[in-house]
């Protein structure tokens, strides 16, 4: 019989990562949770040099019922989406599209120039630019005795 040397540590850090990663993935849920009448957009992110876009599956929506939001570094975006149904036919047998209510705060850095966020809305995508502050607005400071 051969001997098989453990290495506990090893495997008890590997299992605490995935107990990490199982309740990360489980809170990441929850804030996806929606009330009956409310739904969350799904909204894709990404950054370069000089701008982070943010683009949200808004389907079905109109412009005017959008509201987007800036301020204290959170970009917020919410609406209603309004229902389509017939009132007159009694029984749906499938309701799967989203409707109600909707609000989704994204948290961006402080480098981004609120005043220069551009927005666009166009076949049921909205797309909003938070353009980044350049790094030549920064200045070194002199400091002076006293």
Not at 63 to 90: C, F, N, P, W, Y
Request: hydrophobic share 35%.
């Amino acid at each position: 019989m051969s001997v098989v040397k453990r290495q506990s540590l090893r495997d008890l850090l590997f299992l605490q990562d995935r107990m990490n990663r199982l309740f990360e993935n489980s809170m990441r849920d929850m804030n996806t949770i929606s009330e009956p009448g409310e739904w969350i957009p799904h909204v894709d992110i990404y950054e370069d040099d000089s701008a982070i876009t943010l683009k949200a599956e808004l389907p079905g929506m109109r412009r005017e019922d959008i509201m987007l939001d800036a301020g204290q570094g959170t970009l917020t975006i919410s609406g209603r989406k309004q229902v389509e149904h017939a009132e007159h036919i009694e029984c749906y047998h499938i309701i799967e599209r989203q409707y109600g209510s909707f609000k989704r705060s994204i948290t961006f850095s402080d480098n981004v120039e609120i005043e220069n966020i551009e927005a666009r809305f166009e076949n049921g995508v909205l797309e909003v630019v938070l353009p980044k502050i350049s790094q030549e607005s920064a200045r070194q400071i002199k400091i002076i005795s006293g």
